[in-house]
């Protein structure tokens, strides 16, 4: 098991934006508004080419319920506090965010 975001597919005719406020409710039932985009690239995985969008967004409520026939385990952690056991991609959507932060300041 593995640490990772929320990452799914959009269904047809859906935003990228609302497909992460659609994934994000049925798989922990957490509301999200107000999402900010931050950075798109391209993954391949398992011979499948995906577009993959990153959003940020501020929480009102942090609780969650997990669909436990998706997810086995979720949390909140602090970036100094990442589980080890994370995919390697988490590392580089961090770094993306840093990146967006850096152009958007300067």
């Given at each position: 098991?593995?640490?990772?975001?929320?990452?799914?597919?959009?269904?047809?005719?859906?935003?990228?934006?609302?497909?992460?406020?659609?994934?994000?409710?049925?798989?922990?039932?957490?509301?999200?508004?107000?999402?900010?985009?931050?950075?798109?690239?391209k993954n391949i995985m398992e011979h499948k080419r995906d577009t993959v969008a990153c959003f940020e967004t501020e929480l009102l409520v942090p609780d969650f319920k997990i669909d436990e026939l998706e997810i086995c385990e979720a949390g909140w952690f602090a970036l100094n506090q990442l589980p080890e056991d994370r995919v390697q991609r988490v590392d580089q959507i961090l770094v993306m965010y840093d990146e967006s932060k850096k152009y958007q300041s300067g």
């Open positions: 098991t593995y640490y990772r975001f929320v990452v799914k597919t959009t269904r047809r005719k859906e935003s990228f934006e609302e497909a992460a406020v659609r994934e994000v409710k049925e798989e922990l039932g957490i509301n999200l508004s107000n999402l900010k985009h931050f950075a798109t690239y």
